[in-house]
């Protein structure tokens, strides 16, 4: 079992569309939690962090559940530049390594 | 302010050939990290470099060796070449407790 599991997809959405990814991960010593973004052929950045709180940064929402060790990604009126691979991260310790899911494609169509 | 700058782009290696990959980091990072990212996978860590020493190395076999540089930037090397090395190769630098910035990528192909 891979330690970062996430949706297979691809998603193909229509412009305005909401779009929700969920992701799994299998060691509880995880201590944090990102959401990348990789467009074709380019490098991943950042999108976001994770809390257990919830965080949201305009039309986009994270979640974390540490006891089901789930972790999720809530996109709101999708737009065509919201195309994209979308990573699901976990990070042992201040100093670990990243930990990349599969990557879930999102195409948001016209 | 330059990013993380990674070189060469793309290049092309015969089988069983050894081949060097360079990384730069964002200034003022002192850590550099190598991952593998095969087609439609996810990134793969390989190795993570602080003050010159390997600090953190993932699965990889012992054909895949590194070093960093008194300027904090970086090489990964690998050996012997298999088609299965074909991959994008991308460098993270970052302070050691903060966010991971990421270089364009190598694309590496073996034939």
């Known amino acids: 079992r891979k330690e970062v599991e996430q949706d297979p997809g691809p998603f193909n959405v229509p412009e305005g569309a909401t779009v929700a990814f969920n992701c799994t991960y299998s060691?509880?010593?995880?201590?944090?939690f990102f959401w990348y973004r990789q467009d074709c052929r380019k490098e991943p950045k950042l999108l976001m962090s994770?809390?257990?709180s919830g965080n949201e940064d305009g039309r986009f929402t994270a979640q974390l559940n540490r006891a089901s060790q789930y972790i999720s990604l809530l996109i709101r009126d999708s737009k065509l530049s919201d195309s994209a691979t979308y990573l699901c991260?976990?990070?042992?310790?201040?100093?670990?390594?990243?930990?990349f899911g599969k990557g879930t494609k999102l195409s948001v169509k016209p | 302010d330059a990013g993380v700058t990674q070189s060469p782009t793309h290049l092309i290696k015969t089988r069983g050939q050894q081949v060097t990959l360079r990384c730069s980091p964002k200034?003022?990072?002192?850590?550099v990290s190598w991952y593998q990212q095969a087609l439609g996978q996810g990134p793969q860590f390989i190795f993570q470099?602080?003050?010159?020493?390997?600090?953190q190395r993932g699965n990889f076999p012992d054909r895949f060796s590194g070093h960093q540089f008194p300027n904090y930037s970086s090489e990964l090397n690998v050996n012997a070449l298999l088609l299965g090395d074909s991959a994008l190769y991308l460098c993270?630098?970052?302070?050691?407790?903060?966010?991971?910035?990421f270089g364009q990528g190598t694309r590496l192909t073996v034939v």
């Open positions: 993270a630098s970052s302070l050691v407790q903060g966010e991971a910035f």
């Open positions: 060691n509880s010593a995880s201590q944090s």
């Open positions: 994770v809390y257990s």
């Open positions: 991260v976990v990070k042992r310790g201040s100093q670990g390594n990243l930990i």
């Open positions: 200034s003022g990072h002192d850590t």
């Open positions: 470099y602080y003050e010159e020493e390997e600090r």
